[in-house]
């Protein structure tokens, strides 16, 4: 938790939920983590200046990754942590040093609630959500190490269908380590091609903050999920890929 005394700007909801752990009482050696899983902005912030399209959009969700990681966590009977704040207020996966983790410009659109802030108003989001929201991964993953099991970690996130006009496979793993990425690849592949392996991010350069605070210091296993969003946009979808990415996953428990 950060060292400095929480701040919260006038208009805002000082009660503000950082995140939820669903299934918290789940017993398999896993914790699962979903930091897009919402597009609210927190009251007194206006939406940031973006409309309803906006967030609808990938920029500020990673559109059916909340559903789909709720579904693994029963599927799989494992703890999950859901940030309830969307991205564009504050990245709970980048570092607060870090250009885009209050992005004044999101693929190309302008966030207006965004620019210019001062230094006590990043703290204050860091307050309401960031540190909350980690405090909860924190002792989510450290509970499973005082009942004396090293958890996986496992990312959950979906990613558009296409970037810069090149199409990408319906589901990815993103890894900083051989093993267990490769079983679960491995598992991914006896069901679906093609599976992006550490594309179209290559977790060896790009971590993501969470693997950075919770996992890389302890040595815990660790791995990324992406999802093809499109195929994550009806309940057909989602229990279907619950069950692809949940029976990959359980191969490496």
């Known amino acids: 938790m950060s060292a400095h005394p929480p701040i919260v700007l006038p208009g805002a909801d000082p009660h503000w939920p950082a995140g939820e752990v669903f ?17 609210r902005i927190p009251p007194g912030y206006a939406d940031l200046g973006c409309g309803t399209l906006e967030l609808a959009r990938h920029i500020a969700v990673d559109i059916g990754a909340a559903a789909l990681t709720r579904g693994l966590a029963l599927h799989l009977d494992a703890p999950a942590v ?19 983790w209050i992005a004044p410009v999101s693929d190309g ?30 002792e989510t993953v450290a509970a499973k190490r005082r009942a004396g099991a090293a958890p996986l970690i496992v990312a959950v996130h979906s990613y558009a269908a296409s970037l810069d006009g090149v199409s990408r496979p319906p589901v990815a793993v993103i890894w900083d380590q051989p093993e267990p990425a490769a079983r679960v690849m491995a598992a991914l592949r006896r069901e679906v091609a093609p599976v992006g392996d550490n594309a179209p991010y290559d977790g060896r350069r790009l971590h993501g903050y969470t693997v950075e ?22 309940d057909d979808g989602v229990a279907a890929w619950t069950r692809i990415v949940g029976d990959a996953i359980g191969c490496a428990i």
């Open 213 to 234: 605070r919770h996992a890389r210091p302890f040595a815990l296993r660790r791995l990324a999920i992406e999802v093809r969003q499109d195929l994550l946009g009806e």
């Open 82 to 100: 859901l940030c309830s704040t969307s991205r564009l207020f504050v990245d709970c996966n980048r570092a607060p040093f870090e250009d885009d």
């Open 109 to 138: 659109t302008a966030i207006p609630g965004n620019a210019g802030l001062s230094a006590e108003e990043r703290h204050a989001r860091a307050a309401l959500v960031f540190e909350p929201f980690h405090a909860l991964v924190g």
């Open 23 to 39: 299934n918290p009482a789940g017993a398999a050696p896993l914790v699962l983590v979903c930091e897009h899983a919402s597009n």
